[in-house]
């Protein structure tokens, strides 16, 4: 009997990183031809994140481009809620649909990204008509919505960031979500999401993933759900790093163990290396609040100094052999977008910034870094 495409890309997410490592090394001796996920295909699954200007835009270069290069996608936008349902029971699927169809064309493993959020969730949802909406309402709009887009989907994309950002270093996020719902809204996703596909790949995302006191609490919460009959199959980490801040390697490290140890598929969500000097060093405020413009936080507004972009390649490789090392425990590495052009950091914390964090320059060449990651499976 032939298998269904979706039932090969849960088997192949969830069983890649035992492959015999005799077959990786065989492979690091053929002719590099072909694009980076092959280089890790008997490590792990490779993929990118896609936007939604190049949904729009439909950019046929730069979606060539991540077709050769990665076998995994996530959508870096098109698929969070107030993408998919701005308005009460108001769903619009343009862009999650160009994004699956495209992973479909592609045989990608397409990771849906995100069903619950306290983030880019239209305030409606919270609401019931100028009063905060009650606990059971909430539950039902959860629901809906999570059962709604997954059975849409349930046949192309085989993994879910269920729940995002829920928890600081060793505790809940004060969200709408816990405020209305209270700490077993949670689950209640979880259980949602199975319902809708029971065997569905579902995943609890975050960063600073690499926080003792946040790994403590994350494990702490899926193991209530496993006493509860509810199933977390994996944690995404999503390693925005640094050049010389961090995570550092050790601490990564210590993460992708303890969390394998709790039975979790580790998958590296969100991949990129800041290469500017930390904004917050120089001026403070809360998240969200854009800061003035500043030579000192914007120094490589032209172009990558040498020295600097040959430090990224030297970060890029410790990360990758690190991931490497641990294939084992690690389903997927996906970077936050492909060409430096297109990267949220540009804008984050401070717009305006010009900012090199990925693979591929503004004219979509590969940059030293794409080669330290690529030449690393070939020494």
């Known amino acids: ?9 849960v088997q192949s ?7 015999p490592f005799l077959a990786a090394k065989i492979r690091a001796s053929a002719v590099i031809s072909s694009g980076l996920a092959e280089v890790f295909k008997d490590d792990f699954h490779l993929g990118t994140a896609i936007s939604d200007a190049t949904l729009k ?3 046929s270069t730069l979606l060539n481009l991540i077709a050769r290069e990665f076998n995994t996608i996530t959508a870096e936008n098109a ?3 107030e993408g998919l349902q701005p308005s009460v029971n108001q769903f619009s699927w343009k862009l999650a649909d160009d994004f699956v169809n495209f992973g479909r064309k592609n045989n990608m493993l397409t990771v849906g990204h995100t069903l619950v959020w306290h983030s880019q969730t239209p305030d409606y949802v919270f609401k019931n008509k100028a009063s905060p909406a009650s606990r059971e309402i909430l539950l039902k709009r959860m629901q809906h919505h999570i059962g709604t887009v997954i059975d849409r989907y349930k046949d192309s994309v085989a993994v879910w960031d269920v729940v995002n950002e829920a928890i600081e270093q060793g505790k809940w996020r004060r969200s709408e979500w816990l405020k209305i719902i209270g700490e077993e809204y949670f689950g209640k996703a979880f259980a949602f999401a199975r319902d809708a596909d029971p065997t569905a790949h579902l995943i609890y995302n975050d960063y600073n993933m690499h926080n003792p006191d946040k790994q403590n609490f994350v494990i702490s919460q899926v193991n209530k759900c496993k006493k509860m009959g509810i199933t977390v199959d994996g944690v995404g980490m999503e390693c925005h790093a640094t050049l010389d801040e961090g995570p550092p390697v050790n601490e990564i490290e210590t993460a992708i163990v ?4 709790a039975g979790l ?11 500017l000097p930390s904004a917050w060093d120089y001026q403070g405020a809360e998240i969200d609040v854009n800061y003035d413009y500043s030579e000192k936080i914007n120094p490589f507004k032209n172009a990558l100094p040498r020295i600097v972009s040959a430090k990224l390649a030297e970060r890029y490789r410790e990360l990758f052999e690190l991931f490497v090392k641990h294939r084992d425990k690690i389903t997927r590495v996906s970077f936050w977008g492909t060409t430096d052009d297109e ?4 804008d984050w914390p401070v717009e305006g910034r010009t900012n090199y964090p990925l693979l591929f320059d503004r004219s979509r060449s590969p940059k030293d870094a794409y080669f330290a990651v690529r030449n690393l499976k070939s020494q």
Do not use: C, P, Y
């Open 1 to 9: 009997m032939r298998q269904t495409r979706r039932k090969f890309l």
């Open 13 to 19: 997410a969830l069983g890649i990183g035992a492959m």
């Open 57 to 59: 835009s439909d950019d």
């Open 79 to 81: 698929m969070k809620w």
């Open 258 to 261: 303890n969390f394998a140890r």
């Open 265 to 275: 598929k580790v998958h590296i969500s969100e991949l990129d290396v800041d290469v």
């Open 343 to 346: 990267s949220w950091k540009n």
